[in-house]
Every structure is written in structure tokens, then in C-alpha cells.
């Protein structure tokens, strides 16, 4: 039974997942490279956790808030996680930092236990490559924020064997969310065709054709879409979405996911959505 999770790095989707463990009662084992990091990423499921446990009303059966922080250790020691009996990683989309992580953590590990590539583009088979244990990485794309998204995609790589594949769709059904199953390629389903959409309505947002605001609008009242893409690309963070779209670039060849300048310029300015702050949205002002 899996009792203890390593989350490996804190940021946008790591905390978000730590909150949705500890709601489900794991005892999280959280990640990063710096204290700074681990203590925004305390903050943040500080409040989620708030938040969550105010959504689902006073109630006996309800943890109680302290209680389930106490079930969380920050560190910034990877070797912390070696007696983890599953790991689940979230580090930046980018190759080469994940690269190391998947090396390391194979020292680390006992060689049964299984790693969870959560990504947004990047290959599982390749990084399973780095490891002696292709057979027990598979790929889970969770959806952001985790405790409020029921359906994973996972990702099955060339080498992930059964057992792999059924231990991680019963540690989801117990955070109560579905797994669909898809092989592992580029940007699986969900990236590869919502971030064409990401990319090219920010195209649209910089040819002046209408504001962010109308882009996403005609999507959620046109198309009954709960959120419009430049908020989606705001809530995912416009550097994970810039390096997904170039990771997608560079896998396919295919000019189609050129990433839009106006993304970039973004990035450069450190305006990366809701996690500063500012992204195609202002979120120090009400939106609403
Ligand atoms: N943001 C989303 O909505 C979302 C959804 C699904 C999957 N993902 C994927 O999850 C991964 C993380 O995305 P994010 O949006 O949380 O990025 P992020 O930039 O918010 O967070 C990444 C975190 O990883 C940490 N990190 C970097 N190197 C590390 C290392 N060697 N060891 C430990 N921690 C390290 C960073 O300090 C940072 O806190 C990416 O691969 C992304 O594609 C993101």
C-alpha cells in the first residue's frame, strides 16, 4: 500500500498536488532546490488547503487543517525521498534539468519503486531511458489545480510494464480521479492540441484582432469552454507554456508550433500569469 509520496519540485503543479495528497490522506515528502522555493510553495498549500476544507463545509469527518500540514516535509535533499514509495516529478519542462533529476533519483530509490513523470511535452520513454527502471516510469499529466480536476492523463511509454500502468491508475482512483490511458508521443492529447490553440490565440491577441479578454470570451460563450486559452495559459504559467510549445517544436519539426513572440516577451519579463502576478491578465486587480 503506498502510504509516503515524494513530490519533487514545489512550484505551480507540485504544491498543487502536495494539497490534493494530503486531502486524501498521503504523507507527502515535498521537494525543491531552495528554501525560498519550499516556503512559497508552503504558503501557497497553506491556502489551498484553506480553501479546499472551506469548500467542503464544517464537518466531523473533515480533517482539520493542522492535522493534515503536519503530514508534509519540505527539504531540499532528494536523498530525503529514499524511503518514498512512489515518486511523483514536477521539475521545469525542460530536458536537461529533468534529466538529472530521473539519474539521481535512480540512485536513490529502492529499484521497485516507481517514478511519475508529470509533463507537459517531454518524452517518459526517453527519461525512463536514464534510468535502470524503464519498466516503472510512466508518464501522469495532472490538470491544474489538482484536488478540483478529476480525469489524469497518463502516459504509457514504450517500456512502462502492466503492473506500472495499474499501480499508478489505483493510486489515482484513490485521489478519486480517472486515468485515460494514451501512448506516449509528443505532447500526448491534451498539450498537443491545447497548446496550438494557446499558441495561436496569443497570435490573435498580438495581430490586435481582439483583446485577451474577447478571445477567451468567444471561446466560453461560443463554445461553452469553462476557461478561454490566454486564462488557461495564465493559470498553467506562460514559461512551462513556452518551453512545452518549444519542446513540441523541436519533437515534431513542425513550423505549425512555432511558439508566438509575444509569449516570449512575456517570459522575458517575468510576466508569467497568476503565479506573478501578470500573464495576458492582471491579477492585482479584480477581474470579476
Ligand atoms: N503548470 C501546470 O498547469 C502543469 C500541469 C501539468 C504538468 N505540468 C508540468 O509539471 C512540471 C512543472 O511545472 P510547473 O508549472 O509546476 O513549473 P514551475 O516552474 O512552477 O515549478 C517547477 C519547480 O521545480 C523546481 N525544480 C527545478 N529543478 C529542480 C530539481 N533539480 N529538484 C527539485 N526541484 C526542482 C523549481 O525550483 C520549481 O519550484 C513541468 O514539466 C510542466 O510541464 C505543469
Known amino acids: 500500500m503506498l502510504k509516503k509520496i515524494g513530490i ?3 512550484g505551480n503543479i507540485g504544491s498543487s498536488m502536495a494539497v490534493d495528497l494530503l486531502l486524501n490522506g498521503y504523507h507527502v515528502k515535498l521537494v525543491d532546490v ?3 522555493a519550499l516556503m512559497a510553495a508552503r504558503i501557497k498549500i497553506d491556502q489551498e488547503l484553506k480553501f479546499a476544507l472551506l469548500m467542503r463545509g464544517r464537518s466531523k469527518e473533515n480533517p482539520n487543517h493542522e492535522k493534515l500540514l503536519a503530514d508534509i516535509e519540505a527539504t531540499t535533499q532528494m536523498e530525503d525521498t529514499e524511503d518514498c514509495d512512489l515518486i511523483i516529478e514536477n521539475v521545469y519542462e525542460d530536458w536537461a534539468v529533468k534529466e538529472k533529476v530521473y539519474r539521481r533519483l535512480d540512485q536513490i530509490c529502492p529499484p521497485h519503486i516507481c517514478f511519475g513523470v508529470n509533463t507537459s511535452c517531454i518524452s517518459v520513454t526517453k527519461l525512463a531511458g536514464v534510468t535502470s527502471r524503464r519498466d516503472k516510469i510512466v508518464g501522469v499529466h495532472f490538470m491544474n489545480p489538482v484536488n478540483l480536476m478529476p480525469t489524469v492523463e497518463v502516459m504509457r ?3 512502462t510494464s502492466d503492473n506500472t500502468l495499474d499501480l ?3 493510486f489515482l482512483a484513490t485521489l478519486n480521479k480517472e486515468a485515460i490511458v494514451v501512448q506516449d508521443f509528443p505532447g500526448f492529447v491534451s498539450n498537443r492540441i491545447s497548446h496550438l490553440f494557446i499558441n495561436e ?3 490573435v ?3 490586435n484582432v ?3 479578454r474577447d478571445i477567451d470570451k468567444i471561446f466560453k460563450k461560443c463554445f461553452f469552454h469553462k476557461m478561454g486559452p490566454l486564462e488557461t495559459a495564465d493559470l498553467i504559467g506562460l514559461d512551462t507554456v513556452m518551453k512545452s510549445i518549444d519542446v513540441l517544436y523541436e519533437s515534431y519539426k513542425d513550423p505549425k508550433f512555432r511558439c508566438c513572440p509575444v509569449i516570449r516577451r512575456m517570459v522575458d519579463a517575468g510576466h508569467l500569469g497568476r503565479k506573478t502576478g501578470k500573464g495576458f491578465y492582471d491579477y492585482n486587480i479584480n477581474l470579476q
Open 201 to 203: 490565440a496569443a497570435f
Open 205 to 207: 491577441y498580438q495581430d
Open 8 to 10: 519533487i519540485g514545489a
Open 34 to 36: 531552495t528554501d525560498d
Open 168 to 170: 499508478i491508475i489505483q
Open 210 to 212: 481582439a483583446s485577451a
Open 157 to 159: 511509454g514504450i517500456h
